[in-house]
């Protein structure tokens, strides 16, 4: 056996979703279409055809590096980082709520920091997304930046409910801010799901904010789901600069971090519309509300790595 084909076995064995280990048989590799960039109609064939689009390395490391380095030192100046902050190894230890006992404002802060900024609004995402909308794209202002320690998962869910209030045409770009393999939780999609049309049928305009009694997150496990469905789950060792882009339907989580040095992953996503299209005020402009109108202190990063929480 090859040194890929054996690094590949070892990476699906670390693999766990909601404490369950993943049968190998159940993940599959995500397709890498870098090669297509700069092609925009193949980059639409192969969005709407896989419902995502991964390119491996989009963002210069160095950006990336520079992000996650102003991230981290931000969460080690509260003690939940330790130090060099650029590796990530949570202490188990917050000053957090102490210093800064406004959540939210902490969070935003953080949040809108130039570095990470000129990644998830930077030129080299807004052309691909101009590319994958086939129109002049905007960012939405308000930016989701997730950093899970060891014990924290996603669970499966689609973003319709979250961010199609005034125009469908949205979609999701997840970066990784530093490598993420796969015994640190990255993203996974479940192959195909964007055309389930029980999903979609579900999906009918449902809305988090205003239908409160419906969670967007569903019950089952991943690899419950991919059973069923006989699917597959695609993930795999991420990279620093990696970008996954999806649909508002396409079905997808974060698979377990299980770190064994306690390193927590960081990633961060953001939606993109065309610019013609209606905004939808709580997350755009200068002070963007949220999706519940609790602003940045609703986002689970706002919440110390020291607490218990899953995204649901």
């Given at each position: 056996?090859?040194?890929?084909?054996?690094?590949?076995?070892?990476?699906?064995?670390?693999?766990?979703?909601?404490?369950?280990?993943?049968?190998?048989?159940?993940?599959?590799?995500?397709?890498?279409?870098?090669?297509?960039?700069?092609?925009?109609?193949?980059?639409?064939?192969?969005?709407?055809?896989?419902?995502?689009?991964?390119?491996?390395?989009?963002?210069?490391?160095?950006?990336?590096?520079?992000?996650?380095?102003?991230?981290?030192?931000?969460?080690?100046?509260?003690?939940?980082?330790?130090?060099?902050?650029?590796?990530?190894?949570?202490?188990?230890?917050?000053?957090?709520?102490?210093?800064?006992?406004?959540?939210?404002?902490?969070?935003?802060?953080?949040?809108?920091?130039?570095?990470?900024?000129?990644?998830?609004?930077?030129?080299?995402?807004?052309?691909?997304?101009?590319?994958?909308?086939?129109?002049?794209?905007?960012?939405?202002?308000?930016?989701?930046?997730?950093p899970a320690s060891r014990g924290?998962?996603?669970?499966?869910?689609?973003?319709s409910g979250f961010f199609t209030?005034?125009?469908?045409?949205?979609?999701?770009?997840?970066?990784?801010?530093?490598?993420?393999?796969?015994?640190?939780?990255?993203?996974?999609?479940?192959?195909?799901?964007?055309?389930?049309?029980?999903?979609?049928?579900?999906?009918?305009?449902?809305?988090?904010?205003?239908?409160?009694?419906?969670?967007?997150?569903?019950?089952?496990?991943?690899?419950?789901?991919?059973?069923?469905?006989?699917?597959?789950?695609?993930?795999?060792?991420?990279?620093?600069?990696?970008?996954?882009?999806?649909?508002?339907?396409?079905?997808?989580?974060?698979?377990?971090?299980?770190?064994?040095?306690?390193?927590?992953?960081?990633?961060?996503?953001?939606?993109?519309?065309?610019?013609?299209?209606?905004?939808?005020?709580?997350?755009?402009?200068?002070?963007?509300?949220?999706?519940?109108?609790?602003?940045?202190?609703?986002?689970?990063?706002?919440?110390?790595?020291?607490?218990?929480?899953?995204?649901?």
């Amino acid at each position: 056996m090859s040194s890929i084909e054996t690094g590949s076995r070892n990476a699906r064995l670390r693999a766990t979703a909601r404490g369950e280990p993943v049968d190998p048989s159940l993940l599959g590799p995500l397709v890498d279409s870098r090669a297509l960039l700069g092609d925009p109609p193949a980059l639409r064939e192969a969005l709407a055809r896989d419902g995502y689009l991964y390119a491996s390395g989009f963002f210069p490391r160095e950006d990336v590096v520079a992000a996650r380095t102003a991230v981290l030192g931000r969460l080690a100046s509260v003690d939940e980082i330790a130090h060099p902050p650029v590796e990530g190894i949570a202490t188990g230890r917050s000053t957090r709520d102490a210093l800064h006992p406004d959540r939210g404002a902490f969070w935003r802060s953080v949040s809108e920091t130039w570095a990470l900024r000129r990644v998830s609004h930077g030129a080299r995402l807004h052309r691909l997304m101009d590319d994958l909308l086939d129109a002049e794209s905007r960012a939405q202002d308000f930016l989701f930046l997730r950093p899970a320690s060891r014990g924290k998962h996603t669970r499966v869910h689609c973003d319709s409910g979250f961010f199609t209030r005034e125009t469908s045409r949205v979609l999701t770009a997840w970066i990784a801010l530093g490598d993420v393999p796969i015994e640190d939780g990255p993203l996974f999609v479940l192959e195909g799901s964007h055309r389930f049309a029980d999903v979609i049928e579900s999906q009918r305009g449902f809305d988090v904010a205003r239908d409160t009694g419906r969670r967007a997150a569903y019950d089952e496990t991943p690899v419950a789901m991919a059973r069923a469905r006989a699917t597959r789950i695609l993930t795999g060792d991420l990279g620093a600069g990696d970008v996954i882009v999806f649909g508002m339907l396409l079905l997808h989580g974060a698979l377990d971090n299980v770190s064994p040095n306690g390193r927590v992953r960081l990633s961060c996503d953001v939606r993109y519309q065309p610019a013609a299209e209606p905004l939808d005020p709580r997350y755009f402009g200068p002070e963007p509300t949220g999706t519940t109108g609790a602003g940045y202190g609703e986002l689970v990063g706002a919440k110390p790595l020291t607490e218990d929480w899953h995204i649901r």
